[in-house]
C-alpha cells in the first residue's frame, strides 16, 4: 500500500497550519497501519515529496509565496521512486530532489520553534515579491 503525505509531515507550518498537521496525521496512520499489518504480507509505504509540479499550488491559489513560485520537482519522478518505495516495502520516501531530502533530515535535527520560522519565510502571504 503506497500513501501519500508529505515532507511538510515533519515541519511546522505557519499559514499552512491545517494542512503540516493533516500530513502529519497521514505519517502517524500510515504508520500504525504498517504496525497493524506487519505479519499479513500487506507492507505499508508513505510517500513524502516536497513541492512538485502538479495543480496543486494554482488550486490553492499560492501564487503569491515563495514555496508557490519556487522551482518543483517533476510528478513522474516523484511518483517512481514512491512506487519503487513500495515494491522494496520501505517504510516511507522522501521523493524528488536532494533538497526535499536534506530538508526533512533538517526538520528533524533542528527545533521546532527554528523549523517554524524557516517555513514562514516560504509560506507567507506575499513572500514570492
Known sequence: MLITSS??????????????????????FAEALRNELKDTGVTVTTLMPGPTGTKFFDRAEMGDIKVGTQDKDDPATVAAQGFAAMM????????GSLKNKVQAVAARLTPDRLMAGQHRRVAEPGSAD
Request: zero cysteines; a negative charge; hydrophobic letters at 40%.
Open 88 to 95: 522494496k516495502g520501505e517504510e516511507k520516501v522522501v521523493a
Open 7 to 28: 515532507i511538510a509531515a515533519t515541519i511546522p507550518g505557519p499559514y499552512q497550519a491545517v494542512y503540516n498537521a493533516s500530513e502529519s496525521f497521514v505519517q502517524s
